[in-house]
T-cell receptor, first 114, second 110 residues
Framework: SQTIHQWPATLVQPVGSPLSLECTVE??????LYWYRQAAGRGLQLLFY??????ISSEVPQNLSASRPQDRQFILSSKKLLLSDSGFYLC?????????????FGNGTRLTVT | RKEVEQDPGPFNVPEGATVAFNCTYS??????FFWYRQDCRKEPKLLMS?????NEDGRFTAQLNRASQYISLLIRDSKLSDSATYLC???????????WGAGTKLIIKP
């Protein structure tokens, strides 16, 4: 069966520090991968998506970046965090081999920038 | 007009009651529709996909109304554990880029 792992679960970082969040998917190949952010009490905001290794599309210009070094690995990074980067970060994947395939989320990372 | 819209609620409903909420979408060519449930401080989890013919899973029924461009979720015999935020998602271009509603908060009261 397919699973998605995301870590860490919680993170407290000072303003100006770097960030690296990692996500891996198991049990599938060549998935679409996504990074979302959800601010407190708000909806889901798509940050990045990837259809393959090294292929990253950015939805929102900001100080975050994403990379996909391997087929089932997706990394979200920042060189210098801002207070506004605080939020709930969710990695997700879709199996493109199936029509009408739903999105599956990881457990999320709750980031607090202080 | 937003691409996908939901009533944010909250819907306060007594235990055992039936509750329904809708999600409207703007792109008439949309083909894929989903309902997700999100508990406080947790990730969204798929509740059910919405098919053209409608579908039912226990106490939950989802329907698609293409003419009026909305999907609905009906919860019968509501339980305290149904309290959550319900998100709808639509893939308007069939390219696996889901557009999300902001969610409807449901509170079931004893």
């Amino acid at each position: 069966s397919q699973t998605i792992h995301q870590w860490p679960a919680t993170l407290v970082q000072p303003v100006g520090s770097p960030l690296s969040l990692e996500c891996t998917v198991e049990g599938t190949s060549n998935p679409n991968l996504y990074w979302y952010r959800q601010a407190a009490g708000r909806g889901l905001q798509l940050l990045f998506y990837s259809v393959g290794i090294g292929q990253i599309s950015s939805e929102v210009p900001q100080n975050l970046s994403a990379s996909r070094p391997q087929d089932r690995q997706f990394i979200l990074s920042s060189k210098k965090l801002l207070l506004s980067d605080s939020g709930f970060y969710l990695c997700a994947w879709i199996d493109r081999r199936s029509y009408n395939s739903p999105l599956h989320f990881g457990n999320g990372t709750r980031l607090t920038v202080t | 007009r937003k691409e996908v819209e939901q009533d944010p609620g909250p819907f306060n409903v007594p235990e055992g009651a039936t509750v329904a909420f809708n999600c409207t979408y703007s792109n008439s060519a949309s083909q894929s529709f989903f309902w997700y449930r999100q508990d406080c401080r947790k990730e969204p989890k798929l509740l059910m996909s919405v098919y053209s013919s409608g579908n039912e899973d226990g106490r939950f029924t989802a329907q698609l109304n293409r003419a009026s461009q909305y999907i609905s979720l009906l919860i019968r015999d509501s339980k305290l554990s149904d309290s959550a935020t319900y998100l709808c998602a639509v893939d308007p271009h069939s390219n696996y880029q889901l557009i999300w509603g902001a969610g409807t908060k449901l509170i079931i009261k004893p």
